[in-house]
Nanobody, 117 residues
């Protein structure tokens, strides 16, 4: 069955960096656009970054452009998000999913990122 397992979150000071990872299985990863999403309490989940199936096209939310980099390894069925110059406003639970999100409503458990001094 489908599994999306996010990891790599944690507590980091403003200006710091983190790299998130997502292990995907149970579907044809390489054929799917993939995105990183994030959610804070009381707010809708938002798209942070998107990457094409082959990995040759990317797009970013305006709030993270120039600071975050999305990448993928189709051989390993892994998705990554390199986050630099982190700000308190980046604090959220981060999720990976297909783009658009899977129609069966499946989401992984997410990984918490907290940016605080």
């Amino acid at each position: 069955q489908v599994q999306l397992v996010e990891s790599g979150g944690g507590l980091v000071q403003p200006g710091g960096s983190l790299t998130l990872s997502c292990a995907a299985s149970g579907f044809t990863f390489r054929n799917n656009f993939m995105s990183w999403y994030r959610q804070t309490p009381g707010r809708e989940r938002e798209v942070v970054a998107t990457i094409s199936g082959p990995g040759d096209g990317t797009a970013y939310a305006g709030s993270v452009k120039g600071r975050f980099t999305i990448s993928r390894d189709n051989g390993k069925e892994m998705l990554y998000l390199q986050m630099n110059s982190l700000k308190p406003g980046d604090t959220a639970v981060y999720y990976c999913n297909t783009a658009p999100p899977r129609r069966d409503g499946y989401w992984g458990q997410g990984t918490q990122v907290t940016v605080s001094s």
